[in-house]
C-alpha cells in the first residue's frame, strides 16, 4: 500500500525555474555568474521598495491584513477602478491558480495557446479540467481565431498570455476587441498582462477598459515581479469585475499576501520614476540585443518584453550548454515546444555585451 496523489498530478510536468546563479557557481566554480532566464529585472528594485520592507520587517510577528486593504487602495487610485474590482495574490502565479480553484470543474474545458506561460497547465491540471491548446500563428503570436474555433459548451476559462511569454509577441487591439465580441458570458477570459508596461505598440488593447466598462467575463493579470523588480517578494495582482473576483476571495489562502509584499507594492506604485527608468532601459537593452543578434546572423522575434526569443536551430541546446559553461544562464525553449529556440532576458548594457562576446566566440567555433 502506498499514497496515491490526486489524478490530475499524473499530467503535471513540473515547472522548471531559470537555473539558480548559485547552482551554476557551485557546479563550475564560477564567481561571477549572468543570469539571463528569469526576467528579472536588471537594474534591481526601487530604494524607497527597500525602505518600506525594512520598515516593516518589525511588525513580522503580525499577521498581514487578508484583504491587503492599504495596497488595494492604493492601486485603485492608481488604475481609476474600486478596490471591489482588484484581486492580489502571492505573485500572479498565485491569482492564476485562485481563478482555476474557483472557477473550474472537473473536466471543464481550459482553453489557451501552445508555446505560452506553463502555469495555466499546472494548475488546470490540479482541478482535473481539460487543458485545449491552439497552435501560435506564423509569426509566433497567440492565434485569437485558432482559440474561438475551439470553444465548446465546455468551455470554462480562456487564458491569453499578452504579451506571450515565452515569444514576446502581442495580439493587437482590434484583434482582441473582435475577439472579445464573440465569446459568450459564461466563459471567463483571462488576459495575462506581465509585461504590460514594457509593451512597444500603441496598438496594444486596453483590457483595462473592459473593467471600468463593467464586464462581468473579462479579467486582466498584472505583477510587480518584472517592471517594478520584485520577483522575489511575490506579489501579483488582477482586476476583473467585483462578482467575477468574489468566488477568489473564498478560495484563495487567507493570508497569501505577506506583510513586506504589502508595504513593498505600496512603495512601488509610489515610485512610478523607477518603472519608468526600468522600462527605459529594457527599451534601450531590447535594441542593443537585437543589433546584437542581427550582427551575428541570428534571427529573433520581435519582443514587447523583456526577453527575446532566439532562433540557434539544430543548435539551441548545444549553444545552451556552452554559455552555462562559461557563466551566463538563458532559457532553453524545448519545454515550451520551441526545441529551436534560446529566451533570452534583456540584462544590463554590461551583461549584454558579456552576452555577446562570448556567443561570438561559440558561434565562431
Ligand atoms: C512572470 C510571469 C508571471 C508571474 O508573475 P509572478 O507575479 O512572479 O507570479 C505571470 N505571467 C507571465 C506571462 C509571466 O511571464
Given at each position: 500500500m502506498k499514497i496515491t496523489p490526486q489524478q490530475g498530478l499524473s499530467k503535471i510536468t513540473p515547472y522548471v525555474a531559470g537555473k539558480p546563479i548559485r547552482e551554476l557557481k557551485q557546479e563550475f566554480g564560477f564567481e561571477h555568474v549572468i543570469k539571463l532566464a528569469s526576467n528579472e529585472n536588471p537594474i534591481g528594485v526601487s530604494s524607497k521598495v527597500i525602505n518600506a520592507?525594512?520598515?516593516?520587517?518589525?511588525q513580522i510577528n503580525v499577521y498581514p491584513d487578508s484583504h491587503s486593504q492599504e495596497l488595494r487602495l492604493a492601486?485603485?487610485?492608481h488604475?481609476?477602478?474600486?478596490?471591489?474590482?482588484?484581486?492580489?495574490?502571492?505573485?500572479?502565479?498565485?491569482?492564476?491558480?485562485?481563478?482555476?480553484?474557483?472557477?473550474?470543474?472537473?473536466?471543464d474545458e481550459v482553453l489557451t495557446s501552445y508555446s505560452s506561460f506553463p502555469v495555466y497547465d499546472i494548475y488546470s491540471h490540479v482541478m482535473r479540467a481539460k487543458l485545449v491548446k491552439t497552435p501560435l500563428t506564423q509569426d509566433y503570436s497567440v492565434n485569437l481565431p485558432a482559440l474561438l474555433e475551439h470553444?465548446?459548451?465546455?468551455?470554462?476559462?480562456?487564458?491569453i498570455c499578452n504579451p506571450n511569454n515565452p515569444t514576446g509577441t502581442v495580439v493587437n487591439e482590434t484583434e482582441v476587441n473582435d475577439f472579445i465580441k464573440r465569446i459568450p458570458p459564461h466563459i471567463l477570459v483571462v488576459f495575462d498582462e506581465a509585461y504590460a508596461e514594457?509593451?512597444?505598440?500603441?496598438?496594444?488593447?486596453?483590457?483595462?477598459?473592459?473593467?471600468?466598462?463593467?464586464?462581468?467575463?473579462?479579467?486582466?493579470?498584472?505583477?510587480?515581479s518584472k517592471v517594478y523588480g520584485m520577483a522575489g517578494i511575490r506579489l501579483g495582482y488582477g482586476f476583473g469585475h467585483k462578482n467575477v473576483l468574489e468566488p477568489l476571495l473564498r478560495v484563495k489562502a487567507p493570508f497569501s499576501v505577506n506583510l513586506l509584499a504589502q508595504a513593498a507594492g505600496i512603495a512601488a506604485l509610489e515610485d512610478q520614476a523607477f518603472m519608468h527608468r526600468s522600462v527605459k532601459l529594457n527599451r534601450q537593452g531590447r535594441e542593443q540585443l537585437y543589433q546584437g543578434f542581427s550582427n551575428l546572423g541570428l534571427e529573433y522575434v520581435e519582443s514587447h518584453t523583456n526577453f527575446i526569443l532566439v532562433g540557434f536551430g539544430t543548435t539551441a541546446s548545444s549553444i545552451h550548454q556552452a554559455l552555462l559553461s562559461k557563466g551566463i544562464i538563458v532559457r532553453p525553449c524545448a519545454a515550451y515546444g520551441l526545441p529551436e529556440f534560446l529566451r533570452i532576458s534583456i540584462g544590463t548594457h554590461e551583461q549584454n555585451k558579456q552576452l555577446f562576446k562570448l556567443l561570438k566566440s561559440i558561434l565562431e567555433r
Open positions: 520592507i525594512k520598515n516593516t520587517v518589525e492601486l485603485s487610485k488604475y481609476e477602478l474600486d478596490v471591489e474590482q482588484i484581486a492580489l495574490g502571492n505573485g500572479a502565479d498565485d491569482l492564476i491558480c485562485q481563478i482555476l480553484m474557483a472557477y473550474t470543474d472537473t473536466d470553444i465548446t459548451e465546455k468551455t470554462k476559462i480562456i487564458f514594457m509593451v512597444a505598440t500603441d496598438a496594444f488593447p486596453n483590457t483595462l477598459n473592459y473593467i471600468k466598462e463593467g464586464w462581468e467575463n473579462v479579467m486582466m493579470l498584472r505583477t510587480f
